[in-house]
């Protein structure tokens, strides 16, 4: 083999590892700043979402706005997932997870109820804000009080979220509020099952 021919293919190699080394990045760009997809792993957003549905999450509209009542959000319970740098490190950590075979169990994915502000309460299995009934189509079952203390105004900086299965969901109503800070983004698609494709 020729001098050139080693160099030609040595250049190959090397613009090979450039391509898929920019894919790589390419991809963890995407998966941890803009769009991710997450999976249902608890069964407190039946009947909107069962276990092993597979959403697509926009990350990049809460960067700009902040939620808003009714939106299906997937957050990091006591965990800050704001800036470039927290939101690569949550990618890498379940990039490991996968590889593990595993899965954070402080990834929550509930609706937002309450906005920063508002007055909930909850009387007689249904909850109120600002004294106003809340018509929620969703639900699934009553909703118990759990053990929070009401009327809850919510503070700055905070959401109130809970599970549509309410009789049968970890939220806002055991552990309060959830900081802006902790929000990964925006449930936007299901793409899993296919027979239930398109908006959850």
Known sequence: MSEEQKVNIGKEILEWIVYILSAVIIASLLQSQLYALTTVHQSSMQNTLFEGHMLIMDKLSYQFSEPKRGDIIVFLKNEDTKGFLKRYQVFFKDVQL???????????????????GEKVDIRDGQVYINDDLLDEPYVKGMTPKMSLEYPLVIPEGYVFVMGDNRQNSLDSRDFGPIELNSVEGKAVFRIYPFSKIGKP
């Open 98 to 116: 996968r590889f593990h075979d595993d899965y954070r169990t402080n990834r929550l994915i509930k609706r937002v109820i309450a906005l920063a």
